[in-house]
Structures are given as C-alpha cells and as structure tokens.
T-cell receptor
Framework: GQNIDQPTEMTATEGAIVQINCTYQ??????LFWYQQHAGEAPTFLSY????GLEEKGRFSSFLSRSKGYSYLLLKELQMKDSASYLC????????????FGIGTKLQVIP | DGGITQSPKYLFRKEGQNVTLSCEQN?????MYWYRQDPGQGLRLIYY???????QKGDIAEGYSVSREKKESFPLTVTSAQKNPTAFYLC???????????????FGQGTRLTVV
C-alpha cells in the first residue's frame, strides 16, 4: 500500500518562494504527481517526476528523491491566485498502476 | 473539445435511496477512476478500471458499485449501504503507460452529493 504525508497548511507572502514537501512509503513506485486544487473545483495537473532530480515548469518546479521517498513542489514569485490546495500523488508499480493521493497542503498567499 | 464530464454538479437524495453519478470521457483513455473527497481529507479511491468490463476496488469501495460497459463511461452508484454518502465525488481518467510523461489523470468537475 501507499502512505503519503504532506503538511496540512502553509502560509506565504506574495512574491516569495514556498516549498511544499511530500514524503511517501510505497510497496512499489511508478511516478509522483503534483496537482493544484482550488476550493470546490477539480484538481489540475502541475508536474510529474519518475526519475530523481528537478523538473522545472515556469514558476513551478518539482523535485524527487526515490531513495528517500521524498518530493517537494517549489512555487516561485507567488501570486494571490496560487492560494489553493496542493496534492501529492504516487502511482504504484503494480499491474493496475493505482494512484494514491496525499491529504493535500492548503497554501494561503498573503499580501 | 476533449474532456471528462460529470453530471450533475449538485445532487440531493433522501437517505436510503440509491443514486448513480455519471462520468463520461472522450479522451480515449483506458483508465478511469472514482475518488471521494471530504472536508479536511485527501482524495480517497473508491474504484478504478483499466479496461472495459473490468474494475478493481479502491480503498473505500464498501457501499459503492460501478460498471464499465463502454470505454467512455464509468458510472458510480452510491447505494443505501454507504453509511456517510454526503461528499464531493470526482471522476478521473488517464492513459495507461509505463513511466512516461503525459500519464497524469484528468478530472471532471465533480458532483457534490448531499443525502438528507
């Protein structure tokens, strides 16, 4: 099975940088996803990591260390619209490639 | 436009009634999923399917049933056996791949079910 941990809430200032951490324990691993979810809406895809290292996509970057079971999402130049929940999700290595989500980190961006 | 559609957006039912939530996708995805989201909790997997006429129980399948008669459709029935059915239900789909990119899940807009 999967066990995914991430902080429940974070607060950061507009224009700053924030790092949201995610740790996981899995019986198999076949990729890690980050999604953004605004309140009452569907999650939208942000990033995907399957190999160790950093993936950069504009203001968003995601890092993975498979040996440590660790990932982080880095948000730069924070904007008020970045206030949302950020979900870490892990896909297992089994035949059915089940995806398990963490509880999500609610980020509040303040002026 | 390709996408995944859930209907209705809001649904009210009386306690003890079964209710079916619709999920349709025209993305030609093989895999489809149903998640439940409660306040303060993450997405919890109810059922998933990777091929027509086959599906697997997720972590909280009790009180739910699904069917996958067509590739495009994966309806979820919330039965009277589900003790706490009031929740936000999300359907998703994805391609099936090894470890490549573009394998993320695409989500519908969700159905908020309230049982009174």
């Amino acid at each position: 099975g999967q066990n995914i941990d991430q902080p429940t809430e974070m607060t950061a200032t507009e224009g700053a940088i924030v790092q949201i951490n995610c740790t996981y324990q899995t019986s198999g691993f076949n990729g890690l996803f980050w999604y953004q979810q605004h309140a009452g809406e569907a999650p939208t895809f942000l990033s995907y990591n399957v190999l160790d290292g950093l993936e950069e996509k504009g203001r968003f970057s995601s890092f993975l260390s498979r040996s440590k079971g660790y990932s982080y999402l880095l948000l730069k130049e924070l904007q008020m619209k970045d206030s949302a929940s950020y979900l870490c999700a892990v896909r297992d290595g089994g035949g059915y490639q089940k995806v398990t989500f963490g509880i999500g980190t609610k980020l509040q961006v303040i002026p | 436009d390709g996408g995944i559609t859930q209907s209705p957006k809001y649904l009210f039912r009386k306690e003890g009634q079964n209710v079916t939530l619709s999920c349709e996708q025209n993305l030609n995805h093989d895999a489809m999923y149903w998640y439940r989201q409660d306040p303060g909790q993450g997405l919890r997997l109810i059922y998933y399917s990777q091929i027509v006429n086959d599906f697997q129980k997720g972590d909280i399948a009790e009180g739910y049933s699904v069917s996958r008669e067509k590739k495009e459709s994966f309806p979820l029935t919330v039965t009277s056996a589900q003790k706490n059915p009031t929740a936000f239900y999300l359907c998703a789909s994805s391609i099936i791949a090894g470890t490549g990119p573009n394998t993320e899940a695409f989500f519908g807009q969700g159905t908020r079910l309230t049982v009174v």
